[in-house]
């Protein structure tokens, strides 16, 4: 096994804390193959209560990382999630960054 070169640094300490954590890394991948995802979808999907989901999705709107939109679907009131293009760039890197360490732990 080679020793990596000491100026490197480990993919893990690019990994975004905001990104990374696994039900938030969830609703940016869900909603990346959707384009745009209702609410309730990712609440199944993801097995969250409304309220967890909710505290989730603030803190991606907060870091500019997905874009909410309510509105209604014939009389009943809907949540719409859209990435926002620094939410594209921040999965496409957490991504990156985990394939990086995939690639420098083989177990085989």
């Known amino acids: 096994m080679t020793t990596p070169e000491p100026d ?23 909603v990346h193959e959707a384009r745009r995802a209702e609410f309730g979808y990712l609440r199944t999907q993801l097995d969250l209560t409304a309220g967890n989901l909710s505290k989730h999705l603030s803190v991606l709107e907060v870091a500019g990382l997905i874009g909410v939109e309510k509105g209604y679907e014939g009389k009943r009131g809907r949540t719409w999630i859209t990435l926002t293009a620094a939410g594209d760039a921040a999965l496409a890197d957490e991504i990156g960054r985990l394939k990086a360490l995939i690639a420098r732990v083989r177990l085989d």
């Open 8 to 30: 490197v640094a480990h993919p893990v300490t690019g990994l975004d804390e905001v990104v990374h954590q696994r039900v938030r890394l969830g609703i940016l991948a869900i």
